[in-house]
């Protein structure tokens, strides 16, 4: 029987139309599944089979004209008439049932796929600390359909993406026995592509997934990290409609010029949370009106939800294509990864949120004086659940704006980003470039403060110290760092990790970081010192065949040091990979850190190819470090100036320690700081100054008219002669009495020791005992107290003399410290041309003339500024008499300390000149106790 094309053409309605002509959006995809269901169950099953032939005799005597003529059908009355007479037919040709069941079954599939989403409820709230993913399990546990279609749509999409990787990676690479993977390699630019355009598609969970992936070139290959960078300004709107009900919604009005005078029609910007809108309020201000969109809480926690389903599934995948035998750790560390992706996506959701950090943000740097950099101000009375109003910020893009104060602003950034990082805590963490902008008026903005990290203080100094070892190139303490900073797992030991070979790692990436240039610069340096060490002559492959050979020859010996049996491994770098899984872990705030430097560097490289983001965090850390009065910030400062540290901070002594007595401890006669060398670095010193000025100039003002300089010589006055003190000011102190302590011995001894006359005083009091010695009748002669007296005490004298005045190994190096300092200073200060100009004039030349100070322009303006000029004045007035005490008070107090521990003098004459020292010390400068110190 010839199949009527009106029956055919109502089958494929019934199929394709089912779940959406006939059904609301709000009722159940569920309902036309089972009753199709319930249809197939009630055909008959006893129909026979027919052969081949018959089906191809059916499918050609198919008319299309009929079913072009005849697909018109959407109405339920059409369809029933066309079910009418499609039933006997159906009932005689069991294929024809197969074929209608294979179309309904798959129309079916894609219309659940495809029908409307209901994200109207969530398992959590928006907020930093909502996300759970047990509510998330048990939410959902009861919406097992929602979470299949999501998977299945998910599937649908990526499908053809995953098809092309295993057929690159499976065929090309695996079955054609191609170890190097070429072909996957070679398609990378292409997969990238595909990669970014599927984020787009998957929806707005997967776009923040993909910003995030592109900072992780652990995690995926960097051709990928560098296309989803993208992400952040090609995000799809959603619609505006939809936007302006939200509005209304949440500002509880009809009629949006209730509130605002103007509005966009159009967003100005688009992002995966929501979008921007130009507007202006009915008092004349411009804002700009973000909108979350509709449903994302809810859509991000089901695809949160479905992504801790598939880690485990993609973990094990991916270790199967890599090689590796798949552990409970591997899984539980990828959906660690999942869980902190989702606090931070949940937290962007919380607009009250974002409002607080803004405004506490904005607040923090006004406090610390960085008026170089701000964020928009927040229109409070506007915030809402899912509105957030700010004032209007004119500027342009960081990295595409062409002004000639870009690079400062640069330093700008990095700065206010180590300031949330070390000092308040607080760290934005979405810092692409479309979040940085350069305002009209020559400030740096941040925009965008709904995902924000909270660092602890611990951390905070832990940062600090391994800031600090690796300027000073201190690698021998990074161990220590890695476990402080939580780099490994808790189980690891500091000697397993002094013993992995950490450090030639870590020195030989920051030697290559702080030269500058980025990647590219870094692998051109990479590659010449490779060509010096394996050969000039070698081929590009030849280089990397012979670095590939070297590297896994140290591999092995490592392994083999650490208790490995070499020989019983099969795979070198398989058994090192899974030794480092071991040793290293990768804590979530780095991902964040990582993220912002990255964006700031690349901005940087885009002005100067050898731009050294390593560089630019020492302005910074000059200036916290001379700040900070903590016990661990002034280790970490004494460190870099090469001093040793504070024995009041190192160990624990009586309250009544005094700041100068504790330096003095630290190293006189053979401490342990002695045997090690210990002694202020004038060149460091000098760096940090500089470095403290720069942070202060750039950071302080937009510096015009030479406004940055003087913020930074009040600062510095500041620094140095505040009553209150600073961490600087106390190592300066310290270091002032030690050093003229060391200078007044040095002259002391020259004059009563060394010099021509105190020789020949010390000749002519040991001459009396000389002569007795050669005539023992003379000496007879005279009584043995009589002989002490005016014979041995006299004689005895100069040796005393000696040995009191006697320079000590840390003598000689404060000597040599005081002559550095005066040179490199002298340096600095010395006008040469003013020099030429009188040698010229004179015929002996410039040799009699001595050096003059050379006041710069820059001082030169400082000095004229009135305004800076009484600044300092009053500083100096309050300030020298202050470090005048303080000065007196330590070299009382290191002479207290020399006397006790005299080798030629008695107890009792020891200690009471200690005494006599220390009561002088306290009547000029109190001493404090540690924990006031400290306060």
Same mark, same amino acid.
């Given at each position: 029987?010839?199949?009527?094309?009106?029956?055919?053409?109502?089958?494929?309605?019934?199929?394709?139309?089912?779940?959406?002509?006939?059904?609301?959006?709000?009722?159940?995809?569920?309902?036309?599944?089972?009753?199709?269901?319930?249809?197939?169950?009630?055909?008959?099953?006893?129909?026979?089979?027919?052969?081949?032939?018959?089906?191809?005799?059916?499918?050609?005597?198919?008319?299309?004209?009929?079913?072009?003529?005849?697909?018109?059908?959407?109405?339920?009355?059409?369809?029933?008439?066309?079910?009418?007479?499609?039933?006997?037919?159906?009932?005689?040709?069991?294929?024809?049932?197969?074929?209608?069941?294979?179309?309904?079954?798959?129309?079916?599939?894609?219309?659940?796929?495809?029908?409307?989403?209901?994200?109207?409820?969530?398992?959590?709230?928006?907020?930093?600390?909502?996300?759970?993913?047990?509510?998330?399990?048990?939410?959902? $546990?009861?919406?097992?359909?929602?979470?299949?279609?999501?998977?299945?749509?998910?599937?649908?999409?990526?499908?053809?993406?995953?098809?092309?990787?295993?057929?690159?990676?499976?065929?090309?690479?695996?079955?054609?026995?191609?170890?190097?993977?070429?072909?996957?390699?070679?398609?990378?630019?292409?997969?990238?592509?595909?990669?970014? %355009?599927?984020?787009?598609?998957? #929806?707005?969970?997967?776009?923040?997934?993909?910003?995030?992936?592109?900072?992780?070139?652990?995690?995926?290959?960097?051709?990928?990290? &560098?296309? &989803?960078?993208?992400?952040?300004?090609?995000?799809?709107?959603?619609?505006?409609?939809?936007?302006?009900?939200?509005?209304?919604?949440?500002?509880?009005?009809?009629?949006?010029?209730?509130?605002?005078?103007? %509005?966009?029609?159009?967003?100005?910007?688009?992002?995966? %949370?929501?979008?921007?809108?130009?507007?202006?309020?009915?008092?004349?201000?411009?804002?700009?009106?973000?909108?979350?969109?509709?449903?994302?809480?809810?859509?991000?926690?089901?695809?949160?939800?479905?992504?801790?389903?598939?880690?485990?599934?993609?973990?094990?995948?991916?270790?199967?294509?890599?090689?590796?035998?798949?552990?409970?750790?591997?899984?539980?560390?990828?959906?660690?990864?999942?869980?902190?992706?989702?606090?931070?996506?949940?937290?962007?959701?919380?607009?009250?949120?974002?409002?607080?950090?803004?405004?506490?943000?904005?607040?923090?740097?006004?406090?610390?004086?960085?008026?170089?950099?701000?964020?928009?101000? !927040? !229109?409070?009375?506007?915030?809402?659940?899912?509105?957030?109003?700010?004032?209007?910020?004119?500027?342009?893009?960081?990295?595409?704006?062409?002004?000639?104060?870009?690079?400062? @602003?640069?330093?700008?950034?990095?700065?206010?980003?180590?300031?949330?990082? @070390?000092?308040? #805590?607080?760290?934005?963490?979405?810092?692409?470039?479309?979040?940085?902008?350069?305002?009209?008026?020559?400030?740096?903005?941040?925009?965008?403060?709904?995902?924000?990290?909270?660092?602890?203080?611990?951390?905070?100094?832990?940062?600090?110290?391994?800031?600090?070892?690796?300027?000073?190139?201190?690698?021998?303490?990074?161990?220590?760092?890695?476990?402080?900073?939580?780099?490994?797992?808790?189980?690891?030991?500091l000697e397993r990790l002094q013993s992995s070979g950490i450090t030639e790692g870590i020195s030989f990436a920051f030697r290559q970081l702080s030269?500058?240039?980025?990647?590219?610069?870094?692998?051109?340096?990479?590659?010449?010192?490779?060509?010096?060490?394996?050969?000039?002559?070698?081929?590009?492959?030849?280089?990397?065949?012979?670095?590939?050979?070297?590297?896994?020859?140290?591999?092995?010996?490592?392994?083999?040091?650490?208790?490995?049996?070499?020989?019983?491994?099969?795979?070198?770098?398989?058994?090192?990979?899974?030794?480092?899984?071991?040793?290293?872990?990768?804590?979530?705030?780095?991902?964040?850190?990582?993220?912002?430097?990255?964006?700031?560097?690349?901005?940087?490289?885009?002005?100067?190819?050898?731009?050294?983001?390593?560089?630019?965090?020492?302005?910074?850390?000059?200036?916290? @470090?001379?700040?900070?009065?903590?016990?661990?910030?002034?280790?970490?400062?004494?460190?870099?100036?090469?001093?040793?540290?504070?024995?009041?901070?190192?160990?624990?002594?009586?309250?009544?320690?005094s700041p100068g007595l504790a330096a003095v401890k630290a190293g006189v006669n053979g401490s342990e700081a002695n045997e090690k060398g210990s002694?202020? $670095?004038?060149?460091?010193?000098?760096?940090?100054?500089?470095?403290?000025?720069?942070?202060?100039?750039?950071?302080?003002?937009?510096?015009?008219?030479?406004?940055?300089?003087?913020?930074?010589?009040?600062?510095?006055?500041?620094?140095?002669?505040?009553?209150?003190?600073?961490?600087?000011?106390?190592?300066?102190?310290?270091?002032?009495?030690?050093?003229?302590?060391?200078?007044?011995?040095?002259?002391?001894?020259?004059?009563?020791?060394?010099? *021509?006359?105190?020789?020949?005083?010390?000749?002519?009091?040991?001459?009396?005992?000389?002569?007795?010695?050669?005539?023992?009748?003379?000496?007879?002669?005279?009584?043995?107290?009589?002989?002490?007296?005016?014979?041995?005490?006299?004689?005895?004298?100069?040796?005393?003399?000696?040995? &009191?005045?006697?320079?000590?190994?840390?003598?000689?190096?404060?000597?040599?410290?005081?002559?550095?300092?005066?040179?490199?200073?002298?340096?600095?200060?010395?006008?040469?041309?003013?020099?030429? *100009?009188?040698?010229?004039?004179?015929?002996?030349?410039? $040799?009699?003339?001595? $050096?003059?100070?050379?006041?710069?322009? #820059?001082?030169?303006?400082?000095?004229?500024?009135?305004?800076?000029?009484?600044?300092?004045?009053?500083?100096?007035?309050?300030?020298?008499?202050?470090?005048?005490?303080?000065?007196?008070?330590?070299?009382?107090?290191?002479?207290?300390?020399?006397?006790?521990?005299?080798?030629?003098?008695?107890?009792?004459?020891?200690?009471?000149?200690?005494?006599?020292?220390?009561?002088?010390?306290?009547?000029?400068?109190?001493?404090?106790?540690?924990?006031?110190?400290?306060?």
């Amino acid at each position: 029987m010839k199949f009527s094309m009106k029956s055919l053409a109502a089958a494929l309605l019934l199929a394709g139309q089912s779940s959406h002509a006939f059904h609301t959006p709000n009722q159940r995809i569920a309902t036309s599944t089972k009753s199709s269901t319930t249809n197939l169950h009630s055909f008959p099953t006893d129909i026979q089979i027919p052969s081949l032939d018959s089906i191809s005799a059916t499918l050609q005597n198919l008319d299309l004209s009929d079913l072009t003529n005849n697909l018109h059908l959407s109405s339920p009355e059409q369809l029933s008439a066309a079910l009418t007479e499609l039933a006997p037919t159906l009932l005689q040709n069991p294929w024809q049932i197969a074929a209608i069941a294979l179309f309904s079954s798959g129309a079916l599939l894609t219309a659940f796929i495809n029908s409307p989403d209901d994200y109207s409820d969530a398992p959590f709230a928006p907020g930093s600390d909502t996300y759970d993913p047990v509510k998330a399990n048990e939410f959902y $546990s009861k919406r097992p359909l929602m979470v299949l279609k999501r998977i299945l749509r998910l599937t649908t999409l990526t499908s053809a993406f995953n098809t092309g990787l295993i057929f690159d990676w499976l065929v090309l690479g695996k079955l054609f026995k191609d170890e190097e993977f070429s072909a996957l390699r070679k398609n990378e630019p292409r997969r990238a592509k595909e990669a970014l %355009i599927l984020c787009t598609q998957l #929806g707005p969970t997967f776009i923040k997934l993909g910003q995030a992936l592109s900072i992780r070139t652990d995690l995926v290959p960097e051709m990928y990290a &560098l296309e &989803l960078r993208q992400l952040q300004d090609a995000v799809p709107p959603f619609n505006s409609d939809e936007a302006r009900d939200v509005l209304k919604t949440e500002f509880g009005v009809s009629n949006l010029d209730q509130i605002f005078d103007t %509005i966009s029609e159009e967003p100005v910007a688009s992002a995966s %949370i929501g979008q921007v809108y130009r507007g202006k309020l009915k008092d004349g201000k411009d804002v700009a009106v973000k909108v979350q969109r509709p449903g994302i809480l809810a859509e991000i926690a089901l695809d949160l939800h479905v992504l801790r389903l598939l880690t485990p599934i993609q973990t094990q995948l991916q270790n199967m294509a890599n090689g590796q035998e798949t552990v409970q750790e591997d899984i539980d560390q990828g959906i660690a990864l999942v869980d902190e992706w989702g606090r931070g996506f949940v937290a962007e959701t919380d607009y009250r949120l974002e409002a607080e950090n803004t405004i506490a943000f904005g607040a923090a740097m006004r406090k610390r004086a960085l008026d170089a950099v701000c964020a928009p101000a !927040v !229109v409070e009375d506007l915030v809402r659940d899912k509105v957030l109003v700010t004032e209007w910020v004119e500027g342009t893009r960081l990295d595409r704006d062409a002004s000639p104060d870009v690079p400062r @602003l640069c330093g700008v950034a990095i700065n206010a980003y180590l300031t949330m990082l @070390l000092d308040t #805590g607080v760290l934005h963490c979405d810092p692409h470039p479309g979040n940085l902008l350069r305002t009209t008026d020559g400030k740096l903005c941040i925009l965008d403060w709904g995902m924000t990290l909270s660092v602890p203080s611990d951390l905070q100094y832990a940062l600090l110290e391994f800031i600090a070892h690796i300027n000073t190139e201190n690698y021998d303490d990074i161990p220590q760092d890695f476990i402080n900073l939580g780099f490994s797992p808790e189980d690891v030991s500091l000697e397993r990790l002094q013993s992995s070979g950490i450090t030639e790692g870590i020195s030989f990436a920051f030697r290559q970081l702080s030269k500058g240039g980025g990647p590219k610069k870094m692998q051109e340096r990479v590659k010449e010192e490779f060509l010096e060490r394996y050969g000039s002559d070698l081929s590009d492959n030849e280089l990397r065949d012979a670095a590939r050979a070297d590297m896994l020859e140290r591999m092995e010996e490592q392994l083999a040091s650490e208790g490995v049996d070499v020989k019983g491994v099969t795979n070198v770098m398989e058994e090192m990979s899974k030794r480092n899984r071991e040793l290293f872990a990768l804590p979530p705030y780095v991902l964040y850190v990582a993220r912002a430097f990255s964006t700031l560097e690349g901005i940087g490289l885009s002005i100067d190819e050898d731009y050294a983001i390593v560089q630019e965090c020492y302005p910074y850390l000059a200036g916290r @470090l001379f700040t900070d009065k903590s016990p661990r910030a002034k280790a970490a400062l004494r460190g870099m100036l090469g001093l040793s540290m504070d024995s009041d901070d190192a160990t624990t002594h009586t309250s009544n320690v005094s700041p100068g007595l504790a330096a003095v401890k630290a190293g006189v006669n053979g401490s342990e700081a002695n045997e090690k060398g210990s002694s202020l $670095s004038p060149k460091k010193l000098l760096e940090m100054t500089d470095n403290f000025a720069s942070y202060t100039a750039a950071t302080a003002t937009v510096d015009r008219d030479g406004e940055g300089r003087t913020a930074a010589a009040k600062e510095f006055a500041k620094l140095l002669l505040d009553k209150e003190g600073s961490t600087l000011q106390d190592i300066l102190v310290e270091e002032a009495a030690k050093l003229s302590d060391a200078a007044t011995r040095n002259l002391l001894r020259q004059a009563l020791v060394e010099s *021509a006359f105190a020789k020949t005083i010390a000749s002519s009091l040991r001459a009396p005992r000389d002569a007795l010695e050669r005539s023992e009748q003379l000496a007879s002669l005279l009584p043995e107290n009589i002989r002490k007296a005016i014979i041995d005490s006299p004689a005895d004298f100069p040796k005393l003399v000696d040995d &009191l005045l006697s320079i000590t190994s840390e003598d000689e190096r404060l000597l040599s410290t005081a002559r550095e300092l005066q040179e490199a200073i002298g340096g600095r200060l010395e006008n040469s041309s003013l020099r030429s *100009a009188l040698a010229d004039n004179l015929s002996d030349g410039a $040799s009699i003339i001595p $050096s003059t100070p050379d006041i710069s322009p #820059g001082l030169q303006s400082i000095v004229s500024d009135a305004e800076t000029r009484d600044f300092v004045v009053e500083q100096l007035r309050f300030g020298v008499p202050l470090l005048g005490r303080r000065f007196g008070a330590g070299l009382f107090r290191r002479a207290a300390y020399r006397a006790m521990n005299s080798p030629v003098l008695s107890e009792d004459a020891r200690k009471q000149l200690s005494d006599v020292n220390n009561r002088l010390a306290d009547a000029i400068e109190p001493a404090v106790t540690t924990k006031e110190r400290h306060a």
